[in-house]
């Protein structure tokens, strides 16, 4: 069954530490896209991609990287990680063009950085 | 540039009640619009989408929604709510050839059902 999943479930990082959150999907689809979600905001884009080799800003993208090495796997990055950065991570892929604008999630990655 | 209001952060509804959740965007055309749940610990999954045509769209598990290009609203509704329905509810906004088709969300809608 198509679907996108993320590694780890839950990360306990300490602050100034390097962070690598996974993402793989089967969908085949071109585009991958990075949220954080905090309350009160609701799901932020972080960075997106169009495919293998690119990596987009999206909204938040300060203190993030991201790295698209193939069709299936999008990584979110962070090189030295922030308190502020403790949050939920979804990852998700989308089909590209017009009516398919539907995007799938994965189930999440909570990051907890002390 | 586009945004997405849900104006209530919490609703608390009995069992078998109806529900109504409240959705406002703001944006230049006609947007595609989407809701998507969450259950605890879960990612979000879609209960409906509208592209075009009927403004009224059915989704999984009965629900549905109603666009209206006057009010710029995609309010969500149940006739008849399940304590399985308690959740987080998420309006979101995609615009008409956006580029990566990214989507806008609201702050979410909290969802208790009341046994």
């Known amino acids: 069954e198509a679907a996108v999943t993320q590694s780890p479930r839950n990360k306990v990082a300490v602050t100034g530490g390097k962070v690598t959150l996974s993402c793989n999907q089967t969908n085949n689809h071109n585009n991958m896209y990075w949220y954080r979600q905090d309350t009160g905001h609701g799901l932020r884009l972080i960075h997106y991609?169009?495919?293998?080799?690119?990596?987009e800003k999206g909204d938040i993208p300060d203190g993030y990287k991201a790295s698209r090495p193939s069709q299936e796997n999008f990584s979110l990055i962070l090189e030295l990680a922030t308190p502020s950065q403790t949050s939920v991570y979804f990852c998700?892929?989308?089909?590209?063009?017009?009516?398919?604008?539907?995007?799938?999630f994965g189930p999440g990655t909570r990051l907890t950085v002390l | 540039a586009q945004s997405v209001t849900q104006p209530d952060a919490r609703v608390t509804v009995s069992e078998g009640a109806s529900l109504q959740l409240r959705c406002k965007y703001s944006y230049s055309a006609t947007p595609y619009l989407f809701w998507y749940v969450q259950y605890p610990r879960q990612g979000l999954q879609l209960l409906l989408k509208?592209?075009?045509?009927?403004?009224v769209v059915q989704g999984v598990n009965s629900f549905e929604a109603e666009f209206s290009k006057s009010n710029s609203s995609f309010h969500l509704q149940k006739a008849s709510v399940h304590w399985s329905d308690s959740a987080v509810y998420f309006c979101a906004l995609s615009a008409v050839n956006s580029a990566g088709n990214k989507l806008t969300f609201g702050i979410g809608t909290r969802v208790l059902v009341r046994p």
């Open positions: 509208y592209y075009s045509g009927d403004p």
């Open positions: 998700a892929s989308g089909d590209a063009g017009g009516r398919y604008a539907e995007q799938f």
């Open positions: 991609s169009y495919g293998a080799g690119s990596t």
